[in-house]
């Protein structure tokens, strides 16, 4: 079946450090992967996509390459900012099941001063 | 344009009183899914309509969850007997779909109910 496996927060790091969650997903098909945040008493927004293999999404200074020989989807920031606190939900979209949603458990990521 | 609309946005309920969450989902999507997130939680599936599919229904805690699409847009979540491990808040999500797409229409995320149960 389908599913996505996220690392656990939550992750705590100081401003303009390097950022990586690990996501790996299983699928029966050929997905497209998302990544999703929630900020602090907001509703969940798309932060970037991929829809094939060696895509890379990007937004916001966040990027993510879809690795299908690895089946993974990690989230990667070279400076993460105070604002970049939030939850990070990693998913999949099942194209061979009408698209639908698989999500992660969600990492959450403080980012100290 | 307009997003996911959700009401109430918030609701206090007594145990064991039934209630109804509604979501209008953008204009011409076709597919509507309900999460259920309980505090510092992930997003637990609940149910998912495709178009004039059959709904997947197979998040549904219990027999007390039920939900209704009608028309191919509006959606109604109806609990009922509410219990106070129901209390959690209640998102909706649409997303536009067509036949032959490619599969990266993004879920869009209403900004929840939030249902408390005393």
């Known amino acids: 079946g389908n599913s996505v496996t996220q690392m656990e927060g939550p992750v705590t790091l100081s401003e303009e450090a390097f950022l990586t969650i690990n996501c790996t997903y299983t699928?029966?098909?050929?997905?497209?992967l998302f990544w999703y945040v929630q900020y602090p008493g907001e509703g969940l927004q798309l932060l970037l996509k991929?829809?094939?293999?060696?895509d890379k999404g990007s937004n916001k200074g966040f990027e993510a390459t879809y690795r299908k020989e690895t089946t993974s989807f990690h989230l990667e920031k070279g400076s993460v900012q105070v604002s970049d606190s939030a939850v990070y939900f990693c998913?999949?979209?099942?194209?061979?099941?009408?698209?639908?949603?698989?999500f992660g458990s969600g990492t959450k990521l403080n980012v100290k001063p | 344009g307009a997003g996911v609309s959700q009401s109430p946005s918030n609701k206090v309920t007594e145990k064991g009183k039934d209630v109804e969450l509604r979501c209008d989902p953008i204009?011409?999507?076709?597919?509507l899914y309900w999460y259920r997130q309980s505090l510092g939680q992930g997003l637990e599936f609940l149910i998912y309509?495709?178009?004039?599919?059959?709904?997947?229904k197979s998040g549904l805690p219990s027999d007390r969850f039920s939900a209704e699409r009608t028309g191919g847009s509006v959606s109604t979540l109806t609990i009922q007997r509410t219990q106070q491990e129901d209390s959690a808040v209640y998102l909706c999500?649409?997303?536009?779909?067509?036949?032959?797409?490619?599969?990266?229409?993004?879920?869009?995320f209403g900004n929840g109910t939030r249902l408390t149960v005393t």
């Open positions: 999500a649409s997303s536009s779909r067509r036949d032959g797409t490619t599969g990266n229409s993004p879920l869009h």
């Open positions: 699928a029966t098909g050929y997905p497209s």
């Open positions: 991929a829809t094939k293999a060696d």
């Open positions: 998913a999949l979209s099942d194209r061979g099941n009408f698209n639908k949603f698989y």
């Open positions: 204009s011409g999507h076709t597919a």
């Open positions: 309509f495709q178009g004039n599919s059959a709904p997947d």
